[in-house]
Each structure stands twice: as structure tokens, then as C-alpha cells.
């Protein structure tokens, strides 16, 4: 790495973008940024946002150069890291992973079910194409993501790129600190085991005490996200698990209580989200705005910055800290493949993550769950970079929120079409006609 720190942001006109400044303000000290560049591929937005990100930073006196592009190689040349939030067709093309769904009586979802597949097969290539062009124009960056769905593009870059890169997501941090909050155990430490937005605490540990027994009996649930409409686990449900699951679970242990919250919401949660996004561009655009909105923590986005900013933070500085991220397996859970991607805990310093190796791990229950899973996501990845149908077919008969061959084969011909513009591959024969 160079020694002038420069930092992408691809996808910076998504309105979490200011949460991003926010935590380099708080660590203006120890990540000393040259340059900062903004790029989105949408100019309203990015001139909107990007506005206010140079109004966050002026105000800071942050002596770093703020660049706004929509030209990718201008914003990935000699950067240091790159950090992606893109969201391929927009939140119209999530609003159709919702809503077409419903139709066959699957859950439309952003990252589980038919729809976070087809969010996968729109999301792979671009950033495959986003890693070609950094091992020519930054061969020495970190790629962090947060584009979802964040752990099958962990999969996908990791096993189909040489890029050096980090999946993340807020889910872990939300939830170690809901839990510390409840059981009043502020230096807790966690195992905590799983895939992307299919994960579980499995040990709760202060003071070389184990307070999981604790937390089942009690039937300890952690904070839901703000994007998800919860109504919690049950505690029987909590000690048949013998696990605390994140919130995303509740698709998969309440599967027909949450299509039938789906078909009866009057809006979709993306539909939702761009009435928030509308309202937030709208603060926004406010010229004497220079701080982040409170509005921006009723997306799903709560800590995000303290996230995405402080793994920035470990690696530049060598810190050898512990946190969750998404990356290969490697031995860390002896139950997985080395090449699987997983969401583990992982010592982070100058060389990027070593995954915590959990030993003696015997929950039955996550074991088969976690393979069942990563069955699919293997699948799912193997369908974005080739095209595949036959592929795509085996992935969703793998997914427990599917299942059936009429109602996935159905649905995956009427989302195909719908998305036709961002399905390049699944069109190919067709043109070649």
C-alpha cells in the first residue's frame, strides 16, 4: 500500500454514505485520508449526497481532497481501500424481488429466498468486473463490501477473483451490543458462527464465565434490525437452537408467519425505503446541512459506519483486532469447506483477516443448517458467473425458503425477465442466436 491513504466509496450515493464520513471523522486522527472519492453511477444522487459529505468534512476541517465521479477506473486508480454499497437496478429492481414472489407464495426478501438469488445474480458480475479493473488499477487495495446479499459475494470473489477483500455487515455488531446492554456484560466476548444473514451467538464469555446457559434460559433474543418486522423467538425456540440467532432466522423458523406478513403489508420494505431515501435526498440537498440526519437510522443501517470504518481502521493500522466479517473458511469450523465463505470472528491486522478457529463445535442443529445453506449459495454462485439455468434450479431447490420445482421454476422465468437489463449472462444464448 502507499503511503497516501486514498479511500473509494462505490455506490456513495446511497444515503448511508454520510455514516460512512462520520466514522472517518471520528477517526480523522488515525486514518490520516489523502483523498476520498465518491462514485456513483447515479448524478442526482451522488451530487445530492455528495454534497453533503463535503459539507461533513469542511466542517471538520478534514484536510483530505474529496473527489466526485461516475467514472469507476478515475475512482479506483492507486486507491488504498474500496469500499462497495452498490445496489445493481436500484430500489425498483429490489421492489420486484419483493413483490413477484408473493405471487408463487415465496417470500420476497432482500438477501434470502428467490429474491436475495436473484439480488445475487444482478450483483456477482458487476463486482467481478469491479475486482478485474482493481488488480489492474489498485493491485494492492482492500475491497470491503457491504452490497448484499454480503456473504454469497464473499463466495463469488473470493473463489473468482484474486482480489483481496472483506464481506461485512452490521448484524453481529447490533447484536453483540444488544446483548452486552441486556445481560449487563459490557467486555463480553462472543463465538459467534454462521453465514451472512443465517448466524448464531454460541458463546457469551466475561470474565471466564460462560453466560450462554444464562441467556437460554432466560430466552435471550438479540436487537432486531430496523429493516426486518420482528416478533422474536420464543424460548423454547432459543434452547432448541442452544444459540442465540440473529434476526434474519426468522424467515427461516417462521416461514409461512412472514409471507403471510408479506402479503398483507400494504408496502413492501423496499417501497418503504425509497419514501426514505426520497426524504432523506430531500434533507440533503439542505446547503446549510453538514451533519448526519436522525432520519438516516430508520433504515437498516444502525452502526454501520462503526463498522465498515473501524475494520478500515484494523487493517491500516495493523490494530490485530477482533471482529466479524465475511471471508473463506480456512479451518475455522472444521464442519465447513476451506473454500466456503462464512461469517466468523477473524483477528484483523496489515495482511487482512485470520479467521478464530472454533473448536469442539457440536450444535448439531447450526451444523446442518449452515451446509443445507451454504448448498444453495454454492449453487447460487456458480449460476451468476456462467449463466447456468440448471444451475439456478438446483440453487433454489436447495433454499429452505423455496423449495418447490413449479412455483421456483415459475417465478425465476418471471424475475428473469423483469431484470432482463441487469441478467447480461442469462440472455446470452439468446442474443448469440
Request: net charge negative.
Amino acid at each position: 500500500m502507499s503511503n497516501k491513504l486514498k479511500i473509494a466509496i462505490i455506490g456513495s450515493g446511497s444515503t448511508y454514505t454520510p455514516e460512512l464520513i462520520e466514522g472517518m471523522i471520528k477517526r480523522k486522527d488515525i486514518l490520516p485520508i489523502d483523498e476520498l472519492v465518491l462514485m456513483d453511477i447515479d448524478a442526482r444522487k451522488l451530487e445530492i449526497v455528495g454534497g453533503i459529505c463535503k459539507r461533513m468534512i469542511q466542517t471538520e476541517n478534514l484536510p483530505c481532497r474529496v473527489v466526485m465521479t461516475q467514472n469507476l477506473d478515475e475512482a479506483l486508480l492507486n486507491a488504498s481501500f474500496v469500499l462497495c454499497q452498490i445496489r445493481v437496478g436500484k430500489l425498483p429492481a429490489r421492489v420486484l424481488d419483493e413483490t413477484i414472489p408473493l405471487k408463487y407464495n415465496l417470500i420476497g426478501q432482500e438477501t434470502c429466498g428467490i429474491g436475495g438469488f436473484f439480488k445475487a445474480m444482478r450483483t456477482i458480475p458487476v463486482m467481478l468486473h469491479i475486482a478485474q479493473r482493481m488488480k489492474e488499477l489498485c493491485p494492492d487495495a482492500w475491497l470491503i463490501n457491504f452490497s448484499n446479499p454480503a456473504g454469497i459475494i464473499t463466495e463469488a470473489l473470493l473463489n473468482h477473483s484474486g482480489v483481496k477483500m472483506l464481506g461485512l455487515c452490521n448484524v453481529p455488531f447490533n447484536m453483540f451490543k444488544s446483548i452486552r446492554e441486556t445481560l449487563q456484560a459490557e467486555h463480553a466476548s462472543f463465538t459467534y458462527v454462521g453465514l451472512n444473514h443465517l448466524s448464531w451467538i454460541t458463546a457469551i464469555e466475561q470474565d471466564g464465565k460462560d453466560y450462554l446457559k444464562t441467556a437460554l434460559e432466560m430466552g435471550l433474543n438479540s436487537e432486531a434490525m430496523k429493516n426486518i418486522p420482528s416478533s422474536g423467538f420464543s424460548k423454547e425456540l432459543v434452547q432448541m437452537a442452544g444459540a442465540i440467532p440473529s434476526s434474519y432466522l426468522e424467515y427461516y423458523y417462521f416461514k409461512d408467519k412472514k409471507l403471510n406478513l408479506l402479503k398483507e403489508s400494504e408496502l413492501t420494505r423496499g417501497e418503504k425505503c425509497m419514501q426514505i431515501e426520497e426524504e432523506l435526498l430531500n434533507i440533503y440537498s439542505d446547503s446549510q446541512l453538514h451533519t448526519k440526519p436522525d432520519l438516516l437510522s430508520t433504515r437498516g443501517g444502525a452502526n454501520y459506519s462503526e463498522v465498515a470504518i473501524s475494520l478500515v481502521d484494523a487493517i491500516y493500522n495493523d490494530k490485530q483486532e477482533i471482529h466479524v466479517v465475511n471471508l473463506l473458511n480456512k479451518g475455522a469450523l472444521d464442519f465447513m469447506e476451506d473454500s466456503d465463505a462464512v461469517e466468523v470472528c477473524a483477528v484483523i491486522g496489515k495482511d487482512g483477516a485470520e479467521p478464530i478457529k472454533v473448536h469442539d463445535f457440536r450444535n448439531k442443529h447450526i451444523i446442518d443448517y449452515m451446509r443445507m445453506v451454504k448448498a444453495y449459495e454454492r449453487e447460487t454462485v456458480a449460476a451468476a458467473v456462467s449463466g447456468s439455468e440448471d444451475a439456478a434450479m438446483r440453487a433454489l431447490l436447495m433454499n429452505p425458503l423455496v423449495g418447490d420445482y413449479n412455483a421456483a421454476l415459475n417465478c425465476f422465468n418471471e424475475l428473469k425477465e423483469a431484470h432482463k437489463d441487469y441478467l447480461p449472462l442469462f440472455f446470452a444464448k439468446e442474443t448469440q442466436k
